[in-house]
């Protein structure tokens, strides 16, 4: 098995709940790439390099040392070959995900058939959370610390102070 492991996302923005599962992650593998996708068919509040600093900055002020972060363009499984990583990871956290989870794993598969995905359980504290969510209370001025690190938190506010919801 490849030992190369990576968690990809939009991460619009990171929130403690990626982290939970990127912290699981690294405690399983001893490595990890978060990888952090450039475009999206949803609307995105945060450009790509804004998301890519914010990962950073929050696997840094969440006590989450040794991750590496990448953007990646195109397809998941065209990166990972790429890149020669074997393994992704991503987190499930409730019925609803895993719909769409097991429909990508399976068209994943079809496209790369040696890549594996494992998915990771976020801890019951993380399991609501979602980044829309997280958007959402920021807009409506409410308080995000339980839900973000402060990096996350001082994006969105100046975010959403501005009135700004587009790239
Ligand atoms: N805690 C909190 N929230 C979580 C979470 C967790 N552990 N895990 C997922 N989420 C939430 C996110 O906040 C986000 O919420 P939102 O929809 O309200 O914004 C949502 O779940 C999913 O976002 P995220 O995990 O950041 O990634 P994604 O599902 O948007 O992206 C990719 C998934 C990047 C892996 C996928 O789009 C991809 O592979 N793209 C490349 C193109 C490709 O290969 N497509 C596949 C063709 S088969």
Known sequence: MSSRVIYPGTFDPVTRGHLDVAARALQVFGALEMAVVRSSLKELAFSAEERERLVKSSLIEAGIPGVEVTLFDGLLMDYMRSTGAGVFVRGLRANSDFEYEFQ???????????????????????????????????????????????SVEKALREKYSRGTSGR
Do not use: D
């Not at 019951?124 to 402060?150: K, M």
């Open 104 to 150: 990508m794993q399976l068209i994943n598969r079809k496209l790369a058939p040696e890549i594996t995905g494992l998915y990771l359980m976020p801890g019951e504290s993380n399991i609501y959370l979602s980044s829309t969510v997280v958007r959402e209370i920021a807009a409506l001025g409410g308080s995000l610390s339980e839900f973000v690190t402060p």
